[in-house]
């Protein structure tokens, strides 16, 4: 099999130090494949990618009407938050309404993702709790489908606990293949991650952008979820990350979802279309760049969006004194 092409690289002055390649897809609501680049069939894992599919259930298995989730909160179930003061306290208030408290998130503790929310942690003379893991929200959202179903909360990280079935059912309707227990994993956040194609998931993506081939509760949830997050794109991530500066900028237009490992998925929400990609050596902000790069090949951005993309595709790297001595930028396919 060939290797993916090279779309993004990283420069130190004049020479080229790294080439990244990968994979992306983009695929309407009826599979017609719009661009593909790279071996869009070969299975990934998503992890934070599909937070949005994950978070299905608390629409569909009726948690909304048990507890009435503002719509900040169904970002939040959404997001790869960074910690900061307004995602601890929106979370913390997500489970105080389930009648909850932070310590039966299941998701582990680690430090703010942002550096002003861990310097101030640290000079607060405080440690972190579960409450600024980034997947904090998306975990309280998981509770509250535990509690509207009628079982325990305890243990609902577990690959055979209702509510993970619930969402392994919720991912395997939208992207329209069965997840297979030959390829599964466990996430960051100890829940249980499956593979699939990249072209299932910006499948999967384009038809919860349209809700065209799926159930109707599985189309109008897709829908408020989307709104949700494009309408608080801060809570999905933070101050200055390329998931919320993106979804800002396309005011609504564009769902935009990191995950670890160097996946991004989403949706060009006006025309239709899911798309999905994979760096595969997993870095980060070379995923960045290529994701930068394929939007403004495909999303039509307007002056603004385009600035805020460009700056993506063309990435500063920085020695410790701050001094600029190379760059990261998308390559030319």
């Avoid at 661009?35 to 299975?43: K, L």
């Avoid at 719509?71 to 979370?91: N, P, R, Y």
């Avoid at 079935?165 to 297979?180: F, M, N, P």
């Amino acid at each position: 099999m060939d290797a993916n092409p090279i779309l993004a690289e990283t420069l130190r002055g004049n020479w080229v130090e790294n080439r990244h390649r990968g994979a992306f897809a983009i695929l309407d609501a009826d599979g017609g494949i719009i661009a593909a680049v790279g071996d869009i069939e070969r299975s990934i894992f998503p992890r934070s990618a599909i937070k949005s599919m994950q978070a299905l259930p608390i629409i569909t298995r009726h948690a909304d009407d048990k507890f009435h989730h503002s719509a900040k909160e169904l970002a939040l179930a959404c997001a790869s938050h960074h910690g900061e003061v307004i995602h601890t306290k929106t979370v913390d208030a997500f489970l105080e309404r389930m009648g909850l408290t932070p310590d039966v998130l299941e998701c582990g503790t680690h430090m703010p993702t942002n550096p002003a929310a861990r310097a101030a942690l640290r000079a607060a003379g405080e440690k972190p709790s579960a409450l600024h893991n980034n997947c904090s929200g998306k975990h309280s959202g998981m509770l509250s489908v535990a509690l509207a179903m009628g079982v325990s909360p305890t243990g609902y990280v577990g690959r055979e606990h209702a509510v993970q079935v619930a969402v392994r059912d919720a991912v395997e309707t939208v992207i329209g293949e069965s997840l297979s227990e030959g390829k599964c994993g466990t996430d960051g956040c100890s829940i249980p991650t499956f593979a699939a194609p990249i072209r299932a998931f910006a499948f999967g993506f384009a038809r919860m952008a349209t809700g065209r081939g799926l159930p109707e509760n599985y189309a109008s949830a897709a829908q408020r979820l989307f709104d949700a997050a494009t309408s608080h794109p801060h809570l999905v991530a933070g101050t200055g990350h390329a998931d919320t500066l993106i979804m800002e900028a396309f005011g609504g237009r564009v769902m935009q979802k990191v995950g670890a490992d160097g996946v991004q998925c989403g949706a060009i929400r006006d025309k239709g279309w899911g798309y999905a990609l994979k760096c595969d050596d997993g870095n980060i902000p070379a995923s960045q760049a290529m994701l930068a790069a394929m939007l403004m090949h495909y999303a039509e951005p307007d002056a603004n969006q385009r600035a805020v993309l460009e700056n993506l595709a063309r990435q500063p790297v920085r020695s410790v004194r701050g001094d600029e001595v190379g760059l990261l930028r998308a390559a030319k396919v």
